[in-house]
């Protein structure tokens, strides 16, 4: 399964919200201060026992609570809080006492005292008289909901599972609510094997909305859970046309928020084909914003396809064609996409976000073909959207970048001579680090250096680019002008031939300790080339060298971190060890905190 998206990890964190199974009914988490009126005696006194237990003070804590309940017997937070502090202790007898004094003091109709009895008196090994007191609860009380569940949860408990169904049941009839006490009644169909029950359960939460789905995925989402056959019991529920339009739409977010793309591309097929038409096309698109984000070009390409035919007007039809090349773009398709672009191009409005979308794209696709076209095309968008003079420089860098690679390393001066006349100093800096770049390819250092200073001194710009920008200027001033010159023509062979080879070997050279500091920012420089341009064997290599070769370099400790992230996985003996290198030989160094989160990520995976 893939990582969570963003859609699944907001489910979940609802899911953490929602009233837990034979939980606390009133109460699904700990009693918040402000609940019993801010600036209060009892407030204050609530909020300095929340404090003592999260420092694991528990005896301050439970003096501070029974201070409360001694003044009023049936403070419901603070005997909530009592009772959550003191029960997963083995203390159940305290609680059970400030439980039976608030029920003398008046707190028999309020919910959180009779649930904190209840279970009270259940923990002291009193069960039956637990029952009786939830039974006398419900009769005294037959609307309240929380009385059938604090029942059903004792009679489960028991192993009386019919019995503790039927309670739930009857709960639901009294408040005449069919999707009443679901999750409850879901647990109790999935302890018996009853997943068709249990579904039927889980249908009626998927109609709370996100809340809903959220709680359900997370049930089946649980460790040890059979996912297969709930899953599967729920896929056979949820197909049934019948059920109302926003229950399948729960349904379709369930399978979203479980990362199923199989059942996710049944429910939406069948729930586009059954529903009106404007229904349809907000059902359209949220499923293709979900696939796109998830990366399942299929089913965004579907979705943007369907939108496309069902359009009212053709600035709407142009609009999801473009979306849908954009998919294409995307997932690599580059001949649909670059054919779909060159027609929007020349079809939509200029200044419209189809257009200026189309003409981007085209442009990146033309310059990834090392077309000639994609100067004119830089010339074109420059000059139909001259106030975004951040993409004009973006692309004009993209297109040095694509002359580089070509071996053209005049035309990658040229290129940058495509950005706007008066840049920004952020923008200027950018080109200016670009032009550095060309200059060290073409064998000039001075320039390079000059082009790097003005990269550095001029304000704004990416903090990462004015590092490594610092970094080069340092190098190109310490190292000897040779040295300078075999990393340029590597880098070049690098960038343009995709060839490490000549990076690699220089690391021979640079690898002499009598280079001193400037060999070790060429390994360290030349190393994170490697790595941005997908080689990172060959990183690592050069990154030993460096360690080896410049144990006290400024640059081998953060050489030692990427050492043993790229060890990861595949050998956790030698990322450990590079980890506690690390942090041994630097323990001060600001990269050691780094590397005891590795080393405690490596001892957690195991």
Request: aromatic residues 4%.
């Given at each position: ?360 794209r085209l442009f990146s696709l033309r310059v990834a073909g ?106 190109l001033e310490a190292a000897d002008s040779s040295d300078v010159a ?121």
């Open positions: 399964m893939r990582g969570r998206p963003l859609a699944r990890t907001l489910w979940t964190r609802a899911a953490r919200a929602c009233v837990p199974v034979f939980g606390l009914f009133v109460l699904s988490g700990p009693v918040q201060a402000q609940e019993v009126g801010s600036g209060s005696s009892e407030s204050r006194s609530l909020a300095r026992a929340a404090t003592a237990e999260r420092a694991g003070r528990v005896e301050e804590a439970r003096r501070e609570l029974e201070a409360v309940l001694d003044v009023n017997p049936t403070s419901s937070a603070a005997l909530a809080m009592l009772s959550q502090l003191l029960t997963t202790r083995g203390r159940s007898s305290e609680v059970l006492q400030r439980a039976e004094s608030a029920a003398a003091a008046g707190g028999l109709g309020d919910p959180v005292v009779m649930q904190v009895w209840i279970r009270a008196l259940d923990s002291a090994g009193q069960r039956d008289s637990a029952l009786s007191l939830a039974t006398d609860w419900i009769r005294r009380k037959p609307t309240d909901v929380a009385a059938y569940a604090e029942r059903a949860r004792l009679l489960a408990a028991a192993g009386r599972i019919d019995e503790a169904k039927a309670t739930l049941v009857d709960g639901r009839t009294a408040k005449q609510d069919s999707t009443l006490l679901s999750q409850e009644l879901a647990e109790l169909m999935v302890s018996t094997g009853d997943f068709q029950g249990a579904a039927r359960e889980w249908i009626k939460i998927l109609g709370w909305g996100e809340i809903g789905v959220a709680a359900v995925a997370e049930r089946i989402s649980a460790a040890g859970f059979d996912s297969g056959e709930a899953t599967s019991a729920l896929a056979q529920a949820v197909s049934d046309p019948s059920l109302p339009v926003h229950v399948r739409r729960g349904g379709l977010g369930l399978a979203l928020a479980l990362d199923d793309r199989d059942w996710a591309r049944q429910i939406a097929r069948d729930l586009a084909a059954s529903v009106p038409a404007e229904t349809r096309r907000l059902l359209l698109r949220d499923y293709y914003v979900e696939c796109r984000n998830r990366e399942w070009s299929d089913e965004a390409s579907w979705a943007a396809a369907r939108l496309e035919e069902e359009s009212l007007d053709e600035a709407e039809r142009r609009h999801w064609r473009a979306m849908r090349a954009d998919v294409a773009f995307r997932a690599g398709d580059q001949e649909a996409a670059e054919r779909t672009f060159a027609e929007l191009s020349r079809t939509a409005s200029p200044g419209t976000e189809t257009h200026r979308r189309s003409l981007r090392r077309s000639d076209e994609a100067v004119g095309l830089l010339s074109e968008y420059a000059a139909a959207y001259p106030e975004d003079t951040d993409e004009v420089v973006d692309m004009a860098v993209e297109l040095s970048n694509s002359r580089v690679a070509n071996r053209d390393l005049e035309g990658a001066r040229a290129a940058l001579g495509s950005a706007p006349d008066l840049p920004t100093p952020s923008q200027a800096s950018r080109l200016a680090g670009q032009a550095a770049v060309v200059a060290l390819l073409e064998g000039r250092p001075a320039v390079a250096l000059a082009e790097l200073e003005t990269a550095i001194f001029l304000p704004g710009g990416d903090p990462v680019r004015r590092t490594d920008a610092i970094l080069l200027a340092q190098l075999r990393f340029g023509e590597g880098l070049l062979d690098l960038l343009a031939d995709r060839d490490p080879d000549s990076l690699v070997r220089g690391a021979e050279h640079w690898g002499q300790s009598s280079m001193g500091e400037a060999g070790a920012a060429l390994l360290s420089i030349a190393a994170g080339a490697l790595d941005r341009e997908g080689f990172p064997a060959e990183a690592a290599r050069l990154r030993r060298e460096l360690v080896d070769s410049f144990p006290q370099a400024p640059e081998t400790p953060a050489a030692m971190l990427e050492l043993g992230r790229h060890a990861g996985r595949a050998d956790p003996d030698e990322a450990r060890q590079w980890f506690e290198r690390l942090v041994v030989t630097y323990p001060r160094h600001a990269l050691a905190p780094l590397a005891r989160q590795e080393l405690s990520t490596l001892s957690g995976g195991e």
